[in-house]
């Protein structure tokens, strides 16, 4: 009887968390389109009328305009890093094969996380552009061309959100030792991609710390969602130097279909068997 009822108990905890978990996933993803809007008009007019902004903007890109040509085999290899490497079509695989794999490891909730920070993006990023409309940069010898507008870069926003994506997820995977390594990669990445776009011309400097500064609020923003899940089931806040879910090292990451936890709550479970059998402590 006591065994069913805390059951029960545990059962309405987890289903009340899932729901917030939804909830708080939702309204994240709402707060940041929102915000997407007055902060891509807000760099227009910035970009528009702040000279500084605007010199910024064209001397970096006549300058590594004038590299790039000089130097076509250094040009190659960034259209192969940012065209095949980088692409954000090549990311967002990546990161469905991780939410698969997190579906297969049955940690719901870290999948839908994956999947929510990395749809939320790409539509957020198609929103601004829409409603921006930046012609991108218009040079007399150029070396690369894209289509479509270019406030935020696609490309940096996209590489911004799937590695950081890649890595709070995979952190609690990696030795401690090599976490170093790990972060320096992602962040080399990162940074790797708004460079390339930028020395072949096909965005403005401040398209690219556009890209990644929308990325980052809709990372944070649904990181919140999901540490504000671990609180509600009890689990507490983790560091972002142990991942989001540290427990994907166990074999069962998540509380399972019956709400309860594989490992404390089977203890806990036995206890109370030995209990009614009489074999615990006299009293």
């Known amino acids: 009887m006591v065994r069913a009822t805390a059951q029960r108990l545990r059962e309405l905890r987890r289903r009340t968390a899932d729901r917030r978990f939804g909830i708080h996933l939702l309204g994240s993803t709402a707060v940041a389109a929102v915000a997407a809007v007055p902060f891509g008009l807000l760099l227009v007019l910035i970009e528009g009328h702040w000279q500084p902004l605007r010199r ?3 001397g970096a890109a006549r300058r590594l305009n004038r590299t790039a040509l000089e130097h076509p085999e250094w040009t190659d290899t960034l259209r192969f890093l940012s065209d095949r490497v980088w692409d954000p079509v090549t990311l967002r695989v990546v990161v469905a094969l991780l939410t698969v794999w997190l579906l297969y490891r049955r ?3 870290l999948a839908a996380w ?3 920070t990395a749809v939320a993006g790409g ?3 198609l929103l601004v552009k829409t409603v921006v409309e930046r012609a991108r940069p218009s040079l ?10 270019s406030f935020p870069s696609g490309h940096a926003m996209t590489a911004t959100t799937s590695f950081a994506i890649l890595l709070l997820v995979l952190l609690p995977l990696v030795p401690r030792a090599l976490r170093p390594v790990f972060w320096c990669v992602a962040v080399g990445s990162v940074l790797g991609v708004g460079f390339t776009r930028i020395a072949l011309g096909v965005h403005w400097f401040s398209d690219v710390v556009g890209g990644w500064l929308l990325g980052l609020a809709v990372v944070a923003l649904t990181t919140w969602a999901f540490e504000a899940w671990r609180t509600d089931t009890g689990r507490g806040h983790t560091g972002l130097a142990e991942g989001l879910e540290p427990e994907l090292t166990d074999a069962h990451p998540e509380p399972g279909p019956s709400g ?3 490992d404390g709550h089977e203890h806990d479970g036995r206890l109370h068997d030995s209990h009614e059998r009489g074999d615990g402590p006299a009293r």
């Open 123 to 125: 539509l957020i990023g």
């Open 260 to 262: 309860h936890e594989h």
């Open 140 to 149: 007399e010898d150029p070396v690369a061309h894209a289509p479509g507008f």
């Open 107 to 109: 940690a719901w909730r």
């Open 114 to 116: 994956s999947a929510v």
């Open 56 to 58: 910024l903007d064209a």
